[in-house]
């Protein structure tokens, strides 16, 4: 079975010709790159991700849709969080700020998966940004886990702002790397996360993990090119708490094990699918 990657570029739900020749020169890793940005409150910071959501009515059209783990919308108390978003004019990327509406009247907009810490909403964003849309098509399953036979101790990348810190002036998330360290993995919905052997610091949840592999072997021979997919969302850093008493009290100490815990991306499907219906599109 081949996978069959859809990497659309929109501006406002339509596709130009010359996006999708631009499309064709990008590799995922530098499509996601673009796509991924920081997002904040008073009281809040964390990673979010962009993916495109096909239309019910219209096809060739996709609709924005924010995915982060659910504790970053949940920490921000405002009714209006800031998105710091990119455009691109002529060869040079500056920063774009956005207020981005995620409450109204104190209700969220969001939706939260009611298993994982997964959120999911559809958002409209300026026409100037730069939002390289990677479709859900991208997205883990388990039959793609078992078929490349994805293993403890197989590499991922996982873009995110740690403490809030960004690659460059122009506000784009850091790419870090690390393995697999937990088992089993499938299926995920018993298995709902796993371990990556990759130190979580605040501002990184929310982030995606990819799976690259070039010239993999599985089912028993090499096949030639490359395999791309995401795999989870960072959620949260792996401690242990130990209880330590003395004669005059008991104390609580937790310990970090430079651990991070990632949700599996399987569930942002079903995520999507959970979100209000969409309203016919006017032709």
Known sequence: MKILLKLLLIVFFIIPIDAQAEQ?????????????YKIQDEKSLGTVF?????????????YYVLITAAHVLEGMKSDVATIHLRKLEGEKFSKLLYPLQIKKDGKQLWIRHPDVDIAAMRVRLPKEADVPLISTNLIETDEILE???????DQLLVLGFPYGAEANAA???ILRSGRIASYP?????INKTFLLDFEVF????GGPALFYSENRVYGGSTHIGSIQFIMGIVSQEKDVTERVESLSETALRKHTLALGVITHASFVVDLIKMLPAIEKDKP
């Open 147 to 153: 078929q490349f036979q994805v293993h403890p101790g």
């Open 50 to 62: 962009i993916m495109g959501e096909p239309s019910p009515d219209m096809p060739g059209k996709l």
């Open 185 to 189: 993995l499938i299926p995920t919905k």
């Open 202 to 205: 605040k501002g990184n949840s």
């Open 171 to 173: 506000g784009f998330p």
């Open 24 to 36: 064709k020169r990008l590799d995922v890793n530098t499509i996601l790159m673009r796509s991924t």
